[in-house]
């Protein structure tokens, strides 16, 4: 399976580890003014969802959506993943310009 770019360079930031994973995790980082990026999946619960983007738009964070959360934990080699939050504002900024 060829994963899109954008897949890719999440993996790499991964590894890098400017990535926080799980909807707790995300959420304190969006608190703590880590969170320079969030990626939601399109099939995120609606309670997640409501969360996630709340806290986004309050401590005004860019929040961008991916197809699924297959895709998402794939590209950064795990299992499924809802909701990730990325750390760093190169890796965010390059990924903005992939996921769109």
């Known amino acids: ?16 580890r ?7 995790l995300v959420i304190r ?4 003014g880590k969170a320079k990026l ?5 099939d995120a619960s609606s309670n ?8 986004c738009s309050y401590y005004n964070v860019p929040l961008v959506r991916v197809e699924n959360r297959e895709q998402l934990g794939n590209a950064i080699g795990k299992d499924a993943r809802v909701v990730i939050a990325i750390l760093d504002e190169g890796f965010a900024k390059k990924l903005r310009t992939l996921v769109h």
């Not at 980082?29 to 703590?32: D, P």
């Open 48 to 55: 997640t969802e409501k969360k996630i983007t709340d806290k």
């Open 38 to 42: 969030v990626l939601l999946s399109s």
């Open 18 to 24: 400017k990535v926080a994973t799980g909807e707790e």
């Open 1 to 16: 399976m060829n994963q899109p770019a954008w897949a890719s360079f999440l993996g790499l930031a991964y590894r890098a």
């Open 29 to 32: 980082e969006v608190r703590n």
